[in-house]
């Protein structure tokens, strides 16, 4: 059970270039999240999706693009990345057990855009 | 909206000292809060949470947290510190059961020997 990860672990982009971030869960949850975490400022929700086929958009959507291909995998995709989006961004998926909704989290893609 | 907020950014606490870590939060209805703990380089684990119920609600490693209504405020508290306690600790605030969460700017906490 390896919960959540998070691929590539880091990542250099040059400004305009595009990538996609990869997410994948195996604990069966519909829920499931893209953050970003910038210094003083937390985790910011960027898109969320609460169950397969579905996506929303969250606190800081502009610049990326979301795909719920299955309810395993979240991908994140920058089209043409920015030096603003240099970041660490972390997926995570929520638990919906009754009494308990936690949301885990994977360790974390840091991209560096220049 | 909802809103969270950690007043101290940066706290140094020796080995074996108390700590307590402040967050307010600003939300309508009941809120649903969590303390995660970030180690360097690694993702979040949550600590504890409180949904309803006793307003002291213990965790794990050690950590406990009060919810008072009245000051909006769900500080973390351990009564003797680790030098594997150094970490950064966000507190949150959930909607609906927890489908959103909106984070404070986080506290990182230095143990000194």
């Known amino acids: 059970n390896a919960g959540v990860t998070q691929t590539p672990k880091f990542q250099v982009l040059k400004t305009g270039q595009s990538m996609t971030l990869q997410c994948a869960q195996d604990?069966?949850?519909?829920?499931m999240y893209w953050y970003r975490q910038d210094p003083g400022m937390g985790l910011r929700l960027i898109y969320y999706?609460?169950?397969?086929?579905?996506?929303d958009k969250g606190e800081v959507p502009n610049g990326y693009n979301v795909s719920r291909l299955n309810k395993r995998e979240f991908s994140l995709r920058l089209e043409s990345a920015a030096p603003s989006q240099t970041s660490v961004y972390f997926c995570?998926?929520?638990?919906?057990?009754?009494?308990?909704?936690?949301?885990?989290f994977g360790p974390g893609t840091r991209l560096t855009v220049t | 909206a909802q809103s969270v907020t950690q007043p101290d950014i940066h706290i140094t606490v020796s080995e074996g000292a108390s700590l307590e870590l402040r967050c307010n939060y600003s939300?309508?209805?009941?809120?649903?809060l969590f303390w995660y703990v970030q180690s360097p380089g690694q993702g979040l684990q949550l600590l504890l949470k409180y949904f309803s119920g006793d307003t002291l609600v213990q965790g794990i490693k050690g950590f406990e947290a009060e919810f008072k209504r009245s000051q909006s405020s769900f500080n973390l508290r351990k009564p003797s510190v680790h030098w594997s306690d150094a970490a950064e600790y966000f507190c949150?605030?959930?909607?609906?059961?927890?489908?959103?969460?909106?984070f404070g700017g986080g506290t990182r906490v230095l143990v000194k020997p």
């Open positions: 995570a998926s929520r638990r919906e057990d009754s009494g308990s909704y936690e949301q885990y």
């Open positions: 939300y309508g209805a009941t809120p649903y």
């Open positions: 949150a605030v959930g909607e609906a059961a927890g489908n959103k969460l909106t």
């Open positions: 604990m069966n949850h519909n829920s």
């Open positions: 999706s609460a169950s397969e086929g579905t996506t």
